[in-house]
């Protein structure tokens, strides 16, 4: 049965086709005869209680010319969807959060991945704090004296980062006898004015930040981002390359242990970041890293991603 597909998504004509989890999604569905449709956050309005968005069908393909619209766009009331895909990429700003709350009045009969109501429960860095005993020791404050106190606790070294980055942005090493700790830590904290996450250093990191892909608690695939030698951060938008990774049975566990709190908060999709034996994010809004994983093992962890979609919407209509 074909069904109508809608994502939330950055513009079009901006997407890598060749990283983009989105863009593999589109593709899928198109695969299997579903027509697609394009809305950004700004084609989101509401009117008399019921949530529309401006879209417009669309078609993607792996040219130079990668994308195409089928129509000049309507108003479609977001029950008109059989599904709809929340991809926009970060930050989880006040926009964002408008829209996630137009998106939660889409009604009983429409899926939304991810639940709404889950990405504003979220946030990707606070979400780790629900499982104590898979992350290392965190903090999460503005005081500078505690961080400092914590980074002592921890032999010298901690990352501190904003809870509103994304891509390693704002991601700092903070270490004792560092002329630069004062500032660093007046920076991230803007001052003592911002709450931030410091966690203790993990040399792991060194041989790589493991992104794990979840589909509806599941552990399907993996991929260990390395950072450069000049680096910190494994981040690919700071030049982290990505290799082949297993997943271990600590992996697992991890997974395990988180299953249960996203089921129950919606999140059928979601990419866990883990360096060494610790869960470090929770990545819920817009995560990436299928494509990567599809080259490296011979996959196409898309297919369940819509296998999923499609299983959901049966369940809906019944």
């Not at 979220?122 to 503005?142: D, G, H, M, Q, R």
């Not at 360096?275 to 080259?295: A, C, K, W």
């Amino acid at each position: 049965m074909a069904y109508k597909i809608a994502f939330v998504m950055d513009p079009l004509e901006g997407i890598d086709i060749g990283k983009d989890t989105t863009f593999v999604f589109m593709l899928e569905a198109l695969s299997r005869g579903h027509e697609i449709y394009f809305l950004g956050l700004r084609d989101l309005f509401a009117r008399d209680g019921r949530s529309f968005g401006f879209a417009r069908r669309c078609e993607v393909m792996r040219a130079v010319e990668h994308f195409r619209y089928l129509d000049r766009g309507a108003d479609y009331a977001l029950e008109t969807f059989d599904a709809i895909f929340m991809r926009k990429d970060p930050p989880a700003d006040e926009a964002y959060l408008y829209a996630t709350m137009l998106l939660s009045r889409a009604g009983d009969r429409t899926f939304v991945l991810n639940d709404p109501a889950g990405l504003r429960e979220a946030n990707e860095k606070l979400y780790t704090l629900n499982f104590p005993e898979v992350i290392p020791p965190t903090i999460v404050t503005s005081s500078i004296v505690r961080l400092k106190r914590f980074l002592e606790e921890q032999g010298g070294e901690i990352i501190v980062k904003p809870l509103d980055g994304h891509g390693g942005e704002g991601v700092f090493l903070a270490s004792r006898g560092d002329r630069n700790l004062n500032a660093i830590l007046e920076t991230v904290t803007r001052f003592e004015s911002r709450l931030i996450m410091g966690q203790r250093y993990l040399p792991e990191i060194r041989s790589g930040d493991k992104r794990i892909i979840v589909v509806e608690g599941e552990p399907l695939g993996a991929t260990l981002r390395v950072p450069t030698a000049e680096e910190h951060r494994g981040n690919i938008h700071v030049g982290g390359s990505c290799v082949k990774a297993p997943l271990t049975e600590r992996d697992r566990y991890i997974c395990k242990v988180l299953a249960p709190r996203l089921e129950r908060d919606g999140l059928y999709f979601v990419g866990l970041d883990v360096i060494g034996d610790y869960l470090t994010e929770v990545n819920v809004t817009s995560p990436t890293g299928v494509q990567e994983i599809d080259r490296l093992d011979g996959v196409r962890l898309e297919s369940r991603v819509i296998d999923l979609v499609e299983r959901r919407i049966a369940a809906i209509r019944g």
